[in-house]
């Protein structure tokens, strides 16, 4: 079946530093890759994806590459700020399996000033 | 761009009661809605798919007498979580998809909803 595994959290970091959060995934298939955030108490907002093997996705500062080999895609971000504090969901879908979103279990990130 | 408003975003109830909880895709056709399940501190669990003018598919362990998805029109889809016991207690997300948008399948998530069943 398909699987997302990330690291737990929460992670804690300072403004300004650098914020990697693994993703791991396992597919029958071609799955295209997400992160997603939530900010407290609201729904997910989508943060950036890709579609295939070496694609990189990126917004607002934060970038993962889909590995294909290592079946990963690692979110990164240079300098975090505190308005970044939120918890982060890697995800995968397939299309040929209805297009459902399967998720992993979720990295808190906490930044402070 | 495409927003799926849900409502309430919070509610609480006697446990015993039916509680409705409203997804709607305001500004596109959404033929199919996804119902997410969040406990605290935990990830996503998809409770159902949801598709339009058809009955919903369940996923394994979810009750379906229990959680009655409704999707009559390409706009709205509602959860109605019967019979709430605290155990039923948690925040429910929605998601719609849109055909047309190339993105991410099209998928838009609602603000969700925080149940607290007393």
């Known amino acids: 079946g398909n699987s997302v595994t990330q690291m737990e959290g929460p992670v804690t970091l300072s403004e300004e530093a650098f914020l990697t959060i693994n993703c791991t995934y396992t597919?029958?298939?071609?799955?295209?890759l997400f992160w997603y955030v939530q900010y407290p108490g609201e729904g997910l907002q989508l943060l950036l994806k890709?579609?295939?093997?070496?694609d990189k996705g990126s917004n607002k500062g934060f970038e993962a590459t889909y590995r294909k080999e290592t079946t990963s895609f690692h979110l990164e971000k240079g300098s975090v700020q505190v308005s970044d504090s939120a918890v982060y969901f890697c995800?995968?879908?397939?299309?040929?399996?209805?297009?459902?979103?399967?998720f992993g279990g979720g990295t808190r990130v906490l930044v402070k000033p | 761009g495409a927003v799926v408003s849900q409502h309430p975003s919070r509610v609480i109830c006697k446990s015993g009661t039916s509680v409705k909880i409203e997804c709607r895709s305001l500004?596109?056709?959404?033929?199919?809605m996804f119902w997410y399940r969040q406990f605290p501190k935990q990830s996503l669990m998809l409770m159902a798919t949801s598709n339009e003018g058809s009955k919903a598919t369940y996923e394994q362990g979810v009750e379906k007498d229990k959680f009655l998805i409704n999707h009559a029109s390409l706009t709205l889809s509602t959860l109605t979580v019967t019979s709430a016991h605290p155990e039923d207690s948690s925040f429910y997300i929605c998601s719609a998809r849109d055909l047309i948008r190339a993105d991410n399948y099209g998928y838009t998530f609602g603000s969700g909803t925080r149940l607290t069943v007393v």
């Open positions: 995800a995968l879908g397939i299309k040929a399996a209805g297009n459902k979103l399967t």
């Open positions: 597919a029958t298939g071609y799955p295209s």
């Open positions: 890709a579609t295939k093997a070496d």
């Open positions: 500004d596109f056709q959404a033929t199919t």
